[in-house]
C-alpha cells in the first residue's frame, strides 16, 4: 500500500500533484433538462467508435487539462476499452462539426460512471457544457435497474468543474491526493501547454 501524499511537501521532478473530487449521484435530477443553447446542435452516439476518432476527441478536448494517459496507450489496448460492450461514446455536433463528448461506463453493476466529459476548446464559454452534462446524466439513468452515477475530476480540470458537477445533482463523497506523472515530461502533449501548471524540474 502506498503511503499518503504529503501536499506540503516539494513535489518530485516530472510529477504533478492532482487532488481528485469523486462525486456520486443516487436518483435522477428532479429539474428539468436544460435546452439546446444553439441552434444546429446534435447528440450522436459513436458506436463501435474507431481508434482514430477517439483519439482526436481525447487528444483535442484533453490537452489543455493534461489528459495525458490514454495517449500513452497501444492502439489495441485502447480499442478494446471504448469498444467494450459496457461502453457508450456520445458526441456534440454543432453545424456538423465535433463540439464535445462524453463516455460512460457501465462495467459497475447498477452504477454508471462518466468517465470522460468535456469540450473542444472552441466551444467553451458557448453553453454547450451545462447541456452536454444533462444528456449524460439523463443517458445514464435510461438504464433499467440504475443506482448509481459516479463521476470525478481533479485538479487539472475546469476550475468550475466541481461547481458544474454541483449544480447538475451530484455531491463530492471523497477526496484523494496522489501524484501523477506529467504527460509533458514524457513527451505526449507539447511542453508548453498548461503553463499555469510549471513543469516541476524543467
Not at 446534435?42 to 476518432?53: D, K, S
Not at 495525458?68 to 456534440?92: K, T
Not at 460512460?104 to 454547450?128: K, N, V, W
Request: hydrophobic share 40%; proline share 11%.
Amino acid at each position: 500500500m502506498e503511503a499518503p501524499v504529503d501536499p506540503s511537501a516539494p513535489v518530485p521532478a516530472g510529477k504533478l500533484l492532482s487532488t481528485i473530487t469523486y462525486l456520486e449521484m443516487d436518483a435522477p435530477p428532479a429539474r428539468p433538462m436544460r435546452p439546446a443553447p444553439l441552434e444546429k446542435l446534435a447528440l450522436l452516439r459513436a458506436e463501435e467508435c474507431t481508434v482514430a476518432f477517439y483519439r482526436f476527441l481525447y487528444n483535442t478536448v484533453g490537452e489543455p487539462w493534461l489528459w495525458g494517459f490514454r495517449r500513452r496507450l497501444p492502439d489495441e489496448e485502447l480499442r478494446a476499452l471504448i469498444q467494450a460492450p459496457s461502453v457508450s461514446i456520445h458526441v456534440a455536433y454543432v453545424r456538423g462539426v465535433p463540439a464535445g463528448y462524453f463516455e460512460l461506463d457501465r462495467s459497475e453493476p447498477r452504477t454508471c460512471d462518466i468517465s470522460y466529459f468535456g469540450l473542444m476548446p472552441e466551444f467553451i464559454g458557448r453553453r454547450i457544457g451545462p447541456w452536454l452534462l444533462d444528456q449524460a446524466i439523463a443517458s445514464a439513468w435510461s438504464e433499467p435497474g440504475m443506482r448509481k452515477l459516479t463521476v470525478n475530476t481533479c485538479t487539472f480540470d475546469h476550475p468550475r468543474a466541481v461547481m458544474t458537477y454541483q449544480k447538475a445533482g451530484f455531491r463530492p463523497v471523497e477526496q484523494e491526493v496522489q501524484y501523477m506523472d506529467d504527460p509533458r515530461v514524457v513527451g505526449v502533449i507539447p511542453r508548453h501547454v498548461a503553463p499555469q501548471h510549471p513543469i516541476v524540474g524543467a
